[in-house]
C-alpha cells in the first residue's frame, strides 16, 4: 500500500470515530484484560504490511476509547479539538518539521512566534513577554517556576544554571493550600522540594487569603517565590493574585500564575474581573487543550522577564545552528530541543476563531455550567457544592435512605460511568466525596446538558431506590 492510498484510509477512521461522537457511550467499553489481549503478543520477527497494522490498530483500539473528544465528556477539565486545530494537527504530523530551531522548521518557529503575540493580546499580558509552547500545564508550571527559581537566586547573588543548588541560598516557596499536583511535581523536578513548601490557608472555594499570605512572609527572609491560581480544579475559584502579587512583590518575590484552564477567563469581559491584577505577576502557566481545544502536547509557559526565562531553558552547543537574532528559536523558551511543531494547532484555533469567537468559546461553556448546576440542584438530595463562577460544577448526592453520603455519591458516580450518556470523574473536597462536572468541550450544546443531567439524576434515583 503506498502514502497515499493509507492516509486517505486514516482519514476515513478518524472520520468514522468523529462521527459517532454525539451518541456513542462517552467511557471505554473494553476492561483492562480485553485490551492486553487485543494488542498484546510477542513482537513479530517479521513486519507487518502497513494498512494491515493500522487496521488491526484501529479495530483493537476502537472499545478502549474514551469520547473525551465529544460533547458530554466532562472529567478532568478536558476539552475536545476544533476541527481547525485537529487539521493543523495533522499536517504538523505530515511535515515532520523538529520545531526546537528556527534552522529545523523555519515555518514553526515563526507560526509560535505570531501565536504567542496573539495569546499575550488575548490575556492582556505584558507584550513583551516570553511565550513557551511545551507539552502540557505540567511542564508550563515547570518552566515558569524555573525561570523564577533563576530570577529570585540571581538577585541574591547565586548562578544556579551553572552552579547548581548545592550551597545556593534556600529559595522559600510559599502556595495556597489548595495548589494543584503539577505544581508540586514542579518543585520537585527543579530540586525546590514539595515538603519544604509553605501552606498558606484558602477559604471555602479553596481561594488563598491574602491576608494569610502577608502573615506567612513575614516569618520568611530569602529568595521568596509565591505561586497563587487562578482556576481551583474543583471548585473553579480563584485566587486574588492581584493583591497577591502586590504583596509578594513588597518582600521581592516572584509570583506565579498556574492559570491551566483559569486564564482563559482573561479573553472574557464578563469573566475578566475573576483574574483582576493578573498581569501583575510574574509568570503564567496555561493548557490550550482544555480551553482553547487544540489536540493534546498544548501546554503555554509565559514570563515577564524574558531574560530569566531564556537563561533558564536555552542550551548552547557547537553543532547546533543559532539563529541570527531576528529569528525566534523556540528551544530557548522550553525544556525540550527537538519537539513536535505545536505551535500549527494553537495558531489554526486562535485563527479560527479570532478574538469573539475564544471569548464566546469561554462563556458558552461557563454558561452551559450553570445550566447543569441549576438543573441538578433542583431535584431532591443534590447539593451544589462550590460557587459556579466558571465551568466547574461540584455536587453532592444525599438521601435518607442512602445513608452514608459518601458512599452514596461514590455510587452514582460509578453508575453514571457504567451508563454511557456522559461521563464525569469523583473528587474529594473538603473531606466530602463529591461528583465533579467540568463543561470545556466546543462541540457542547444545551441538549447535552439536559441529556447528560437527567442521566445523572436517574442514575440518583435508581441507587436512592437501592437502599
Known amino acids: 500500500m503506498s502514502d497515499a492510498p493509507l492516509l486517505s484510509r486514516i482519514a476515513d477512521l478518524a472520520r468514522e470515530f ?29 513486519g507487518g504490511e502497513p494498512g494491515a497494522v493500522i487496521e488491526h ?29 485537529l487539521a493543523a494537527d495533522w499536517l504538523a504530523a505530515a511535515w515532520d518539521q523538529d520545531a526546537g530551531l ?18 499575550l493580546d488575548l490575556f492582556a499580558l505584558p507584550p513583551t513577554a ?13 518552566t515558569g517556576l524555573a525561570a523564577g527559581r533563576h530570577a529570585v ?8 544554571e551553572e552552579d547548581g543548588l548545592v550551597g545556593a541560598p534556600a529559595v522559600n516557596v510559599v502556595v495556597g493550600e489548595e495548589a494543584h499536583v503539577t ?29 494569610e499570605l502577608r502573615t506567612a512572609l513575614a516569618r520568611l527572609d530569602g529568595p521568596t517565590i509565591v505561586c497563587a491560581q487562578v482556576g481551583n480544579v474543583n471548585t473553579g475559584g480563584f485566587d486574588p493574585v492581584g493583591e497577591i502579587s502586590d504583596i509578594a512583590h513588597e518582600r521581592a518575590g516572584w509570583v506565579h500564575v498556574d492559570g491551566a484552564f483559569g486564564l482563559w477567563a482573561a479573553t472574557s469581559p464578563a469573566l475578566r474581573h475573576l483574574v483582576h491584577g493578573v498581569e501583575r505577576a510574574d509568570s503564567w502557566a496555561t493548557d490550550g487543550h482544555k480551553w482553547l481545544n487544540v489536540p493534546y502536547d498544548s501546554g503555554i509557559a509565559i514570563v515577564r522577564d524574558a531574560a530569566a526565562h531564556k537563561t533558564a531553558m536555552t542550551g548552547r552547543a557547537s553543532y547546533l545552528v543559532q539563529s541570527s537574532g531576528a529569528e525566534r528559536d523556540p528551544q530557548d523558551w ?14 489554526a484555533a486562535l485563527k479560527s476563531l ?12 461557563c454558561r452551559l455550567a450553570r445550566r447543569m448546576a441549576d438543573r441538578l440542584a433542583a431535584a431532591p438530595g443534590v447539593r451544589i457544592l462550590n460557587e459556579v463562577v466558571l465551568n466547574q460544577v461540584l455536587v453532592r448526592f444525599e438521601s435518607a435512605g442512602a445513608g452514608d453520603g459518601d458512599a452514596f455519591t461514590k455510587a452514582v458516580v460509578a453508575r453514571v460511568q457504567r451508563e454511557g450518556t456522559c461521563w464525569m470523574a469523583g473528587s474529594k473536597w473538603h473531606g466530602m466525596d463529591a461528583m465533579r462536572i467540568s463543561v470545556s468541550n466546543w462541540s457542547t450544546t444545551e441538549a447535552d446538558i439536559d441529556r447528560s443531567a437527567e442521566a445523572i439524576l436517574a442514575a440518583a434515583r435508581t441507587e436512592g431506590g437501592k437502599a
Open 57 to 85: 490498530l484501529a479495530a483493537a483500539a476502537e472499545p478502549g476509547l474514551v469520547a473525551s473528544a465529544g460533547p458530554r465528556y466532562f472529567g478532568f477539565v478536558i476539552g475536545g479539538s476544533l476541527p481547525a486545530a
Open 334 to 347: 522550553t525544556p525540550e530541543f527537538s519537539r513536535r511543531a505545536r505551535g500549527f494547532a494553537v495558531y
Open 130 to 142: 516570553s511565550v513557551g509552547f511545551v507539552t502540557g500545564g505540567q511542564m508550563a508550571n515547570f
Open 354 to 365: 479570532g478574538r469573539d469567537g475564544v471569548t464566546a468559546l469561554v462563556e458558552r461553556c
Open 153 to 160: 537566586l540571581q538577585r541574591a547573588g547565586w548562578d544556579v
Open 18 to 46: 468523529l462521527d459517532t461522537l454525539p451518541h456513542r457511550p462517552v467511557g471505554a467499553r473494553a476492561d483492562l484484560a480485553a485490551l492486553r489481549s487485543a494488542f498484546g503478543g510477542a513482537l513479530p520477527a517479521r
Open 102 to 119: 528556527y534552522a529545523c522548521g523555519p515555518a514553526a518557529a515563526v507560526v509560535e512566534e505570531v501565536a504567542a503575540g496573539w495569546l
Open 183 to 211: 505544581i508540586l511535581t514542579a518543585l520537585r523536578m527543579l530540586g525546590l522540594g514539595s515538603r519544604r513548601v509553605v501552606r498558606v490557608a484558602a477559604d471555602g472555594q479553596g481561594r488563598l487569603r491574602p491576608e
